[in-house]
């Protein structure tokens, strides 16, 4: 058992108690998820304004950026009390370097670069020492901060490096250091002399990390809502558009509904039962989460594409964005429920399947056709799983080595 984080050298005013208690969302973590509605928007415009191929690299990229500095933050805020007001006023740093972040993503690979690296280097470096600093020597998280301070700034100085150089040339350096981001939860922050983390002593309160994650989800569905309702809008309210409107707001709702189901409770229930939650937490949340989110805004671009040009037939990147985007977030959900609950849904992948296989007549079909097809298809899967009992929670996996 790992040695609840609230009680060790006495009660800690800077850290949520360990007492079995319901860790709840605060006001706090909900006005710092706002900068991140902001964030999925510019990624979504990103692929708009440059719809090829290396446009939706490039988005690809950056929405790794974005999500590891979110869910890093929550990693923290996990653990960090945001009652207290040192705390507090880090999660406020944090939100204006999100902020200044977000707004320099369009040109981060243009004549952003240096804002774009240095909020997100100062965000990550600056909660990391933060949270260092806010723990005492002993205290068994502090290793972990300290280890994250390292791995933070070797990445951070590739990140500043590749701002010195011009254009796509900055992802010499930046693909390493990305790639040094990425690696850093499987390695366990992996340091000499101080060795690695293992997930047990992250102690994880397994239902709050689920809900925050899930949190991301509402605002990546949330901008596809806003950034279809603000096309439909521009484009005039005619009869088309408001039927292109109803097909794109039917596929966000399926969407929706099949994260939002059976699997979703029991995904929390398993967090909250776990002898290990902060192992789910990695593999399940950190990691296996980012195609359901990169889904969800392949997605919102197809919709976009729908609504400006409703009767034309979509190619190439237009039509892997309608097709692709929900076919992604099907897989996403499918790896996600593998890792949590140890089964796969089999009509969601052969749902998945579908829609890959719909590129062999999209290009000849309307967007609108091609559209109410995917939304009708989503929708089934939704009712279908709605016919099926759920059944009850399974119980919690074993902890694996």
């Given at each position: 058992m790992p040695t609840?984080?609230?009680?060790?050298a006495g009660?800690?005013?800077h850290?949520?108690?360990?007492?079995?208690s319901?860790?709840?969302i605060?006001s706090v973590?909900?006005?710092?998820d706002?900068?991140y509605?902001?964030?999925?928007?510019?990624?979504s415009?990103?692929i708009?304004?440059?719809?090829?191929?290396?446009?939706?690299a490039?988005?690809?990229?950056?929405?790794?950026?974005?999500w590891?500095?979110?869910?890093y933050?929550?990693?923290?805020?996990n653990?960090?009390?945001?009652?207290?007001?040192?705390?507090?006023?880090?999660l406020?740093?944090v939100?204006?370097?999100?902020?200044?972040?977000a707004?320099?993503?369009?040109?981060?690979?243009?004549?952003?670069g240096w804002l774009f690296?240095g909020a997100?280097?100062?965000?990550?470096?600056?909660?990391?020492v933060a949270g260092a600093?806010?723990?005492?020597r002993?205290?068994?998280?502090?290793?972990?901060?300290?280890?994250?301070?390292v791995?933070?700034?070797?990445?951070?100085?590739?990140w500043?490096a590749?701002?010195?150089?011009e254009g796509?040339?900055?992802?010499?350096?930046?693909?390493?250091?990305?790639?040094?981001?990425?690696?850093a939860?499987?390695a366990?922050?992996?340091?000499?002399?101080l060795?690695?983390?293992?997930?047990?002593?992250?102690?994880?309160?397994?239902?709050?990390?689920?809900?925050r994650?899930?949190?991301?989800?509402?605002?990546?569905?949330?901008e596809?809502?806003?950034?279809?309702?603000?096309?439909?809008?521009?484009?005039?309210?005619?009869?088309?558009v408001v039927?292109?409107?109803?097909v794109?707001?039917?596929?966000?709702a399926?969407?929706w509904?099949l994260?939002f189901?059976?699997?979703a409770?029991?995904?929390?229930?398993a967090m909250?039962?776990?002898?290990?939650p902060?192992?789910l937490a990695?593999d399940?949340?950190t990691?296996?989460?980012?195609?359901?989110?990169?889904g969800?805004?392949?997605?919102?671009v197809?919709?976009?594409?729908l609504?400006?040009?409703?009767?034309?037939?979509?190619?190439?990147?237009?039509?892997?964005?309608?097709?692709?985007?929900?076919?992604?977030y099907?897989?996403?959900?499918s790896?996600?429920?593998?890792r949590?609950?140890?089964s796969?849904n089999?009509?969601?992948?052969?749902?998945?399947?579908?829609?890959?296989?719909?590129?062999l007549?999209?290009?000849?079909?309307s967007?609108?056709?091609?559209?109410a097809i995917?939304?009708?298809?989503?929708?089934?899967?939704?009712?279908w799983e709605?016919?099926?009992?759920?059944?009850?929670p399974p119980?919690?996996r074993?902890?694996?080595?």
């Amino acid at each position: 058992m790992p040695t609840p984080i609230a009680t060790v050298a006495g009660p800690l005013r800077h850290l949520r108690p360990r007492d079995g208690s319901e860790q709840t969302i605060t006001s706090v973590e909900l006005f710092f998820d706002l900068v991140y509605v902001f964030a999925v928007t510019q990624l979504s415009h990103l692929i708009l304004d440059d719809l090829t191929v290396g446009g939706v690299a490039r988005a690809a990229f950056l929405l790794l950026v974005v999500w590891w500095a979110w869910i890093y933050t929550t990693w923290m805020v996990n653990w960090f009390d945001p009652a207290s007001a040192a705390v507090r006023a880090v999660l406020v740093g944090v939100m204006l370097a999100s902020l200044l972040m977000a707004a320099a993503l369009p040109e981060a690979l243009t004549e952003r670069g240096w804002l774009f690296v240095g909020a997100y280097v100062v965000l990550q470096v600056g909660r990391n020492v933060a949270g260092a600093a806010l723990l005492p020597r002993g205290q068994p998280l502090r290793g972990v901060f300290e280890r994250l301070v390292v791995w933070s700034v070797v990445a951070g100085a590739l990140w500043l490096a590749g701002a010195a150089l011009e254009g796509d040339a900055r992802l010499i350096l930046w693909i390493p250091a990305l790639a040094i981001e990425l690696a850093a939860p499987a390695a366990g922050y992996w340091v000499p002399r101080l060795g690695r983390s293992l997930t047990s002593d992250y102690d994880v309160a397994g239902g709050h990390f689920a809900e925050r994650c899930q949190g991301f989800i509402i605002i990546a569905l949330g901008e596809s809502i806003v950034v279809t309702g603000a096309t439909a809008a521009d484009a005039g309210l005619t009869f088309t558009v408001v039927v292109c409107l109803v097909v794109a707001f039917l596929e966000t709702a399926a969407l929706w509904w099949l994260y939002f189901g059976a699997a979703a409770a029991h995904s929390r229930a398993a967090m909250a039962a776990s002898d290990d939650p902060g192992r789910l937490a990695r593999d399940a949340y950190t990691y296996l989460h980012l195609p359901i989110v990169a889904g969800i805004i392949g997605a919102a671009v197809g919709d976009d594409l729908l609504i400006a040009e409703p009767h034309e037939a979509l190619h190439g990147v237009g039509l892997a964005m309608v097709l692709g985007g929900p076919a992604l977030y099907l897989l996403g959900e499918s790896l996600f429920r593998l890792r949590m609950i140890g089964s796969t849904n089999h009509k969601r992948l052969v749902a998945a399947a579908v829609l890959v296989a719909l590129a062999l007549i999209g290009g000849h079909i309307s967007a609108l056709a091609l559209s109410a097809i995917v939304a009708a298809l989503l929708s089934a899967v939704a009712v279908w799983e709605l016919r099926t009992p759920a059944g009850p929670p399974p119980a919690p996996r074993p902890r694996v080595p």
